[in-house]
C-alpha cells in the first residue's frame, strides 16, 4: 500500500510493479500501476499495455 494525496486529503491505494528477468538474470521494472482497486479488467489494461507499449525502445519486453 502507498499513500497518494488526493486534493486535500490521503487515501491508501495499492500499488502493483511488474517484474521481468532478462536472460542474463538481470531484473528490470516493466511497469508501476497505482490503484484503488483491482479486478479483471484492471490486470486486462495491465496486460495489455505490458504487450503494446507506448515506447518502441521497449518493445520487445514481452515475447
Known sequence: MVKVRDGHTVKNRA???AVGVD???IK???GIWVQATEGA???A????ELR????????DRLL
Open 15 to 17: 500499488a502493483h510493479i
Open 23 to 25: 536472460l542474463d538474470g
Open 28 to 30: 528490470h521494472v516493466l
Open 41 to 43: 479488467k484492471f490486470w
Open 45 to 48: 489494461g495491465v496486460c495489455a
Open 52 to 59: 503494446n507499449p507506448r515506447d518502441p525502445r521497449h518493445a
